[in-house]
């Protein structure tokens, strides 16, 4: 009697296991897609809106269809030399799988010292003039500190990145890297991974994001230049994190 027992349950655990596996398989865990149409404007204006910078951007999910309702423009950022932007895209799935993607894009004037703060169509021309008019109070101070030492790359990418996740939600992660901006020699081959410093969230534990972290962006360590790798974890609520930019000098 007991034999049969056992028999039962080791069948209804097995049973379980394998409803459970299947229902695990049946769970939607991958993001949308974000396409960039080929014919899409690919000079930016620093008076550009939202709407301006989303036209010819699509996100399309295998379940869920056309989400591109939900994409939005997480940030707006220039390089060193200030005569390219990245703009990171995201978007959302039913299932709150989320999906970032970067788009660079030329500028048509120098943007050293530009903060994104990109604008709807909502935007009128008081707003204008307040930032008219706080950039000529900036450049003011700016020349009274003239005597100051310029900061480094590393402390203008980590100045900059800081300021990123100041701009976040209290429910949003926040990626932070050991440093932002580092110069390697050709051939050094690289661990993304040691340069990630620590994730906070307001409910998933640092362990748990640690596997969740997402990383975008390629380095060819033997041909010199310069490449960025993104940064970025989304929680167990579909919340997501700054996108922390490494910049990596291959010389």
Do not use: C
């Amino acid at each position: 009697m007991r034999k049969w027992l056992i028999v039962l349950m080791a069948a209804v655990a097995i049973g379980a296991t394998g409803i459970l596996g299947w229902l695990y398989m049946r769970q939607d865990r991958k993001g949308p897609e974000i396409t960039i149409s080929e014919s899409k404007k690919n000079s930016y204006t620093a008076d550009m809106t939202t709407e301006d910078l989303l036209e010819g951007v699509k996100a399309v999910d295998k379940r869920d269809g056309d989400v591109s309702a939900s994409l939005t423009v997480e940030n707006v950022y220039p390089n060193e030399k200030g005569d390219e932007v990245t703009v990171v895209y995201v978007a959302k799935d039913n299932s709150n799988n989320v999906t970032k993607v970067t788009y660079h894009m030329t500028s048509e004037g120098n943007l050293m010292g530009f903060t994104s703060e990109t604008k709807t169509s909502s935007d009128n021309t008081d707003t204008d003039a307040e930032t008219d008019e706080a950039l000529q109070d900036e450049n003011e101070t700016d020349s009274e500190d003239e005597e100051e030492p310029e900061m480094t790359e590393e402390e203008k990418a980590q100045e900059r990145e800081e300021e990123k996740i100041d701009q976040l939600n209290p429910q949003d992660p926040r990626f932070y890297l050991n440093t932002y901006y580092v110069e390697i020699a050709k051939g050094t081959q690289i661990d993304r991974l040691s340069y990630v410093k620590d994730i906070q969230d307001d409910k998933d534990s640092t362990s748990d994001l640690y596997r969740k972290i997402q990383i975008t962006g390629t380095v060819d360590v033997n041909t010199p230049g310069t490449y960025e790798l993104t940064y970025y974890v989304v929680d167990s609520n579909g919340n997501a994190s700054n996108g922390a930019v490494l910049t990596i000098v291959v010389k």
